[in-house]
């Protein structure tokens, strides 16, 4: 019986990360090969592991295409990701305790209307939305990105709403006894307790907004403003057939996002379900 | 303890700021504003567009319902919605399939579980980025590893790019690849299922496979529920990948509905024409979601 089962679970183990292999395996070979020389990337030949690591690929592809190097793109990503993640968890914090802990009229018409929003297609706004920014003027800058981000995001307004759902009344109504008013209750008992959401959210929030392609693409026409990923597909563009340096870049834009979970793993995992399955 | 230092200050302050309802406005603010400014007026213009022949900087000029007896007999239009619907249609199903798969076969409680779950995770962490877009372009392309092995077992000048039926493959495994959010939902689920209702069908003499279909689906039909709205939607609104990947190619077999209104209103100015085609797919994907919310009273269980 006991060798059984400890055949069983190594056949189980095996299988596990044999598949887990394969699931990263794409992403192994974007590291090895920023790591290759030209001819070693792609065709017949290629060997998995580089037969001589070469380092030139990533100060070369630092460098960029044009004028500016990926220094400027990366301090654009930084500044766009981080001011909107704090703008996201800010503004989504404060939405979803309306929802979910105030009784006011037009509670019931906000939150469908966040659900709306929620399930709405991006692609019908883009254009409108894009005139919008335009006659302001403010195609060209990092607001359109940004700005929106302080708005509230209903994916992490719904998130968030779930949690505090989950939080104990009581604690609301005894905080109330103590002389607690709406304001002090978020701030004093609902933001400590939701912090597990809060950092899926800052986890999530960043990625996604690190990760933006389209956003950038409509809003940033100057290279100067461009982010990592907008910048990484012109220089992949430019290169041509010359892989290496644009496998360096891909790997190093994924960098912070990689650095960011590997530190938050453990609460992400539980965030993320936290709400939803109740929903 | 803290708490005690606002005890004063609810008295004092004017009962106005402590109205529920005030305070409910106040806190939320942020999404009334992104309602009505980023939501409900760009659907106004949207609509008011649709019916406009408009360019940006120029003065739209009203034509009717030009635009969608226009759309009726567009071909490009029609291919994408098309290939949008063959590639949800296959897409949707295989990463939800793939997801609970990999969710069950990760309930087994070991103390790499956690380690494994973040692994199998990383996809989705990093699958939606240009990086991955411009990767995924070369591991799928002609000199490829893939490519060069399926060449390596015998079928001699296969391509995904250069093919109009086999490019929305690496698309739609791309899409499957990063199945990590569905994953994490279905795992939760899946914890939630007492064991003695296994442990009852085992009794019983039921097999694993029956225990699957009559006890496990059953219960995670609501997730399911939840998971196939969800990606649907973002299955019809894919743009980067196909964006970067095959640019809407060959011969237009990726041109995918989110790329042609991209396309058609930035590159080719017809700004009007893509809010109509934008309130279509609107219309289209509105009616699939009705229709799966209608018929999901049929197929969902809830307990209570």
Redesign the interface.
Known sequence: MYSRRVLR?TI??I??IA??IL??Y??L??IL?SFKMKSE????N?PFLPSKWVFENYPNGWQGSGSLTFATYFRNSIIVSVLGTLGTVI?SA??S???AR??????KF?FT??IM?M??????????????W?RLKLVGTFIPLVL?K???W?FF?YMMMQFIRGLPKELDEA?MI???????I?A??VLPLLYPSIITTIVISF??I??D??GPL?YLSKPALYT???A??GF?DAQGTN?GP??A???L??IP??LL?LFF??Y??DG???G??K? | MQAAKYRNGVRRKGSLMQNENVVGYIFAAPFIISFLCLTMIPMALSLYYSFCDYKIAATPVWVGFKNFANLMNDATFGNSLLVTIQYVIIGVPLKLIFALFVAMLLTKPTKLQGFYRAVYYIPSLIGGSVAVALVWKQLFGSRGPVVTMIKALGAKGFSFFGSTTWAFLPLVLCNAWQFGSSMLIFASGLKQIPKDYYEAAEIDGANAVQRFFSITLPILSPIILFNLIMQLISGFMTFTQAQIITDGGPNYATNYIALNIFKEGFAYQHMGYACAESWIMLLIMAAITGIIFKTSSHWTFYEN
């Open positions: 679970d189980y183990h299988f596990v598949f887990g699931m990263v794409p992403v070979w974007m090969s990337i792609l065709g017949n290629a503004s404060m939405v305790y309306a929802l105030i009784n006011f009229k037009g509670r906000w209307a966040m929003t399930l709405l297609p991006g692609q019908v706004l883009m254009i409108p939305q894009y005139i919008i335009n929106p302080f708005l509230g209903p307004i905080a103590d002389g607690c008013n709406k304001y002090s978020f004093l008992i990625y996604w690190w990760d392609y389209m409509l990592v990923s907008l990484i597909k992949a892989f644009m496998f870049m891909s790997t834009s994924l996002v990689f979970f793993n453990r992400l995992m993320v379900t936290a939803a399955v929903g």
